[in-house]
């Protein structure tokens, strides 16, 4: 299958390294992309029909150069894991730079959908808090934290104020992340601009008058300062935090309890720290963002998240 669409691949490690997934992961994700590549051509044909736009029967015309769903996919991920210009990935392709373009702006949504059929996706936002309490019925503890990518340097100097990151000390994009002890990504915030705080974009996301979190563990760190205060909940675990320096307490210390209370905080907190080196194995998260299709850097990490949860999900 591998060697009739791409001779430079040669086993499945090297497809893991340009596609990041395996061969069985490859076709289930065409298997779904199939389907609605089909439904869409479908639709789209009969409303050309009623139009009067339409002659040919279906299948007529040119055809592209990526003509098999795997070779789409396969074009869409390759895309996202290795993050070329779209010269550099339609001379992979034997396309042109427009047409590399075209291909990804047909393509990726259906991936995205393809991941959506399979039950791999993060979810974005809940209409209230008994689908929030729904979907996590089944969860003890989380994890929440914040990821950030590098996005191009604006022009305009009130788009750079909005955009630099002060922790960071470059100009990036935030997202909320909110993940199960067993590494699965179950939420993907929004995408905010870099000068947010972590803690501003949970409040924005998950209102302080909903009981969000009555029921459920939660992990957090340092960022957010007055969770206790303003959420419900009797078991939401952030650290203690270091004094400040006064000239009561010059030397400002933890407890031996406290420090080991925070050990024992980052001990588990370090596995949304493995999630989110999970989604960005993928390079559009890594290098600087510089596409400027409209919600195309909120699509992707959350593409990223589907594959990353299609790794940890048995019998997908």
């Not at 675990?237 to 006064?246: A, C, G, M, N």
Request: charged share 30%.
């Amino acid at each position: 299958m591998l060697s009739r669409f791409e001779p430079k691949i040669k086993n499945e490690r090297q497809l893991k390294a340009i596609a990041g997934v395996t061969e069985s992961q490859l076709e289930l994700i065409a298997k779904e992309f199939r389907y609605l590549e089909d439904e869409k051509r479908k639709i789209k044909y009969e409303q050309a029909v009623l139009a009067g736009e339409r002659i040919r029967k279906p299948g007529g015309g040119n055809k592209g150069i990526l003509q098999t769903p795997i070779q789409k996919v396969l074009f869409v991920l390759l895309y996202g894991k290795t993050y070329p210009t779209f010269d550099d990935l339609g001379n992979r392709f034997g396309m042109s730079k427009s047409a590399a373009y075209d291909n990804i702006c047909a393509d990726f949504p259906l991936v995205q959908k393809a991941l959506a059929c399979m039950g791999v996706l993060p979810h974005r936002t809940f209409r209230n808090i008994n689908e929030f309490r729904d979907i996590f019925s089944d969860i003890e503890e989380i994890i929440i934290d914040v990821t950030e990518r590098r996005v191009a340097r604006p022009k305009d100097q009130d788009k750079q104020k909005e955009n630099y990151s002060c922790q960071k000390k470059m100009h990036t994009a935030k997202n909320t992340i909110i993940v199960t002890m067993a590494k699965l990504i179950l939420f993907v915030g929004q995408t905010f601009t870099g000068h947010n705080h972590d803690y501003k974009m949970l409040k924005e996301e998950f209102s302080t008058k909903q009981a969000w979190f009555e029921h459920l563990s939660v992990l957090v760190d340092l960022a957010y300062q007055g969770i206790l205060k303003d959420y419900k909940g009797e078991n939401i675990q952030i650290p203690f935090k270091k004094p400040l320096k006064s000239k009561k307490n010059p030397n400002p210390t933890l407890t031996t309890e406290q420090k080991e209370y925070n050990q024992r905080l980052s001990h588990f907190r370090v596995f949304v720290e493995h999630a989110i080196g999970g989604i960005k194995r993928f390079n559009i998260l890594v290098h600087t963002f510089r596409n400027r299709k409209p919600e195309f850097i909120d699509d992707v990490i959350v593409l990223c998240a589907g594959l990353w949860n299609l790794n940890l999900i048995p019998n997908v």
